[in-house]
T-cell receptor
């Protein structure tokens, strides 16, 4: 699976949009981009995933560039409960379709 | 559905002791995974299974064993606990296929002293 690069940490203001970048320059054509988050060392929580089209659900939006080498997770109106570590993961069909976690981005939402 | 359930939530082991971490899911998922997470780090894959009777090693399998006799259960066995196995352990499951999300349990916090 392709590796991902994310900023180590970022702050955002409550009520504002949070834009979390991720680089995955070696992604291959059949690999998906997944986003998970982990709050207070709880089990990771699924947020969203996509292949090449932009995706939106009740939690977030995922914007994938046309060349698929990077993506951005958008939390439209960040709340204090969105404070968490966010993981961008490239997932392919190898080895049981496993999720390979990197270091993630530690997001702190401030009042 | 209860989702993915892990037991126990916390455990302290002495060096050399053995234990089994339990994981069960009620979603009829074919794929199951065991991860460990050390403080401040991302999750690392220990073992995975793509169906009953089939298991395979992940990134950090040494010191662990697994079995998958049923679709629902995927226990992780530590035979001779070592301080390096102090970690938080997460079990996950997914129906299968790279387009399906994986669900995680709430973790087992293990300390080996």
């Amino acid at each position: 699976d392709a590796k991902t690069t994310q900023p180590t940490s970022m702050d955002c203001a409550e009520g504002r949009a949070a834009n979390l970048p991720c680089n995955h320059s070696t992604i291959s054509g059949n690999e998906y981009v997944y986003w998970y988050r982990q709050i207070h060392s709880q089990g990771p929580q699924y947020i969203i995933h996509g292949l090449k089209n932009n995706e939106t659900n009740e939690m977030a939006s995922l914007i994938i560039t046309e060349d698929r080498k990077s993506s951005t997770l958008i939390l439209p109106h960040a709340t204090l409960r969105d404070t968490a570590v966010y993981y961008c993961i490239v997932r392919g069909r190898a080895a049981g379709n496993k999720l390979t976690f990197g270091g993630g981005t530690r997001v702190l939402v401030k009042p | 559905n209860a989702g993915v359930t892990q037991t126990p939530k916390f455990r302290i082991l002495k060096i050399g002791q053995s234990m089994t971490l339990q994981c069960t899911q009620d979603m009829n998922h074919n794929y199951m995974y065991w991860y460990r997470q050390d403080p401040g780090m991302g999750l690392k894959l220990i073992y995975y299974s793509v169906g009953a009777g089939i298991t395979d090693k992940g990134e950090v399998p040494n010191g662990y064993n697994v079995s998958r006799s049923t679709t629902e259960d995927f226990p992780l066995r530590l035979e001779l606990a070592a301080p390096s196995q102090t970690s938080v352990y997460f079990c996950a499951s997914t129906h299968g296929g790279v387009r399906t999300e994986a669900f995680f349990g709430q973790g087992t916090r293990l300390t080996v002293v």
